[in-house]
C-alpha cells in the first residue's frame, strides 16, 4: 500500500525537534545545577526517549492520515484535524512546562537543594510524564491503525490476489471474453422456438481475430500464388519435388550398392559394370574357367547347362558363398557385393558366345523363366499404348 507524501507533517516533526533541542539547554540550565546540565546522563537519556517517541509519533500519524485517505477520503481529514492538533498540543506542553523558567530566585534555590539522578524534581518529573504522555499516544495510534487496516483488509486481499494472477491467464480471458450467464437477460432476443431463445452473443476475440488472419492469409496467398506468381504452384512443387526425389535416389543407391544380396541383385547392363566384372573374373575366375569362359577344372560358362543353375541371383549366390565340396572358395571376403553383382553380370554376358574348346556341357540344362505378367506388363508399356 503507498501513501502520499504530506509535507505538512514532515514540516511539523521538524519544528518539534528543533523545538526540544532549542529548549532543552535553557531548562536544565534554569532549573539544574550549573554543573549539571546537559553532561547529566540521566537528563540525556529521558531526553533521548523523548524525542524517539515524539518521531514515532510523527510517523504513526503520517501513516494513519495515509491509510485513511486510500479508501474514505473523510475519515483521512478527520485523521488529519485529529492527529496534528495532538502533535501540537503534545510539543506545546513539553516547551511550555518543561522548559519554563520560574520568577522567583528563591524558589529555584530551594528545588535545587533537592534533586532526583542530578536534576531538579519538577525537570525529572516533567520528563518522565511526558514520556509516559508519549507512550500513551503511541499505544493508541496503534490500535487506532490496527482497526483501521483490519477495515481495509479484505480489499487489500482482493487486490493481493488479483496482482498475483498470472499475465497468460489475464491475456486467457480476455480471448475467450463474452457475457457470462446472468448477463444473458440484457442480450435475449424476441425470436424462440420450443423453448430455445435467441441470444446476441459477441464471438470470442480469438475467433474474431482469426477470421481477420484467415481473410489477410487468403489476399496475400492469392496476390503471390495467382497474380505475380513470385512462388511456384503446386504443379511446379511436384515436378520440383519430383525432381529432387530422383537426386535423392542416386545418392541413396551409390551409398547403399554394398547393400545387394543374392535376393536383390539385378542384372546389370551398364559398360562400366561389366568392365569392372570382366577385370576381375581375368584375375580371378579365369584359372579355373578359362580366360573366355570355356571352362578348364571348372565347367564351362557360356552354354545353357548349369550346375547350380544359371540366373543372375544364382551365380551371385554361387560366387558369394563357394562350393566348398566341389573345390570352389567363397568369395564374399575377397570382393563387395557390388563387385560380385558385376561378375554376375559379365558371366551372363559371355554366354553363347561360344569361345574355342569349349568344355563339354556339364550339370542340367537352364532356361530362363518368364516374367511375371505384372512385370510384362511394365515392361513395353510403349507398345501397349502404341496398340490401343
Known sequence: MKFPVDKKTVSILAMMCILLVAGAPAAFAADAPTTNGLNNSAAIMMITIAVALLLAIGMLAYVLIGAAGYHVEQLKKNAQTAAKPLVIVALCMFTSTAFAQPGETAATAEVTSTT??????????????????????????????????????????????EARIPFYITWWNKLNAIRPVHEEATITLEHEYDGIRELDNKLPPWWVYGFYLCIIFSVVYLYRFHVSHSAPSTIQEYEIAMVQAEQEKQEYLKTAANNVDENTVELLSDASALSEGKKIFASTCAACHGSEGQGTVGPNLTDDYWLHKGGVKDIFKTIKYGVPEKGMKSWKDDFSPVQIAAIASYIKSIRGTKPSNPKEPQGDLYQEEALPAAEAATAMPEKKLAKQ
Open 116 to 161: 532526583i539522578a542530578g536534576l531538579s524534581k519538577s525537570s525529572f518529573y516533567l520528563l518522565t510524564g511526558l514520556i509516559g504522555l508519549e507512550v500513551i499516544i503511541v499505544l493508541a495510534m496503534l490500535i487506532f491503525l490496527r482497526q483501521l487496516l483490519a477495515k481495509e483488509k479484505p480489499q487489500i486481499v482482493v487486490e493481493f490476489a
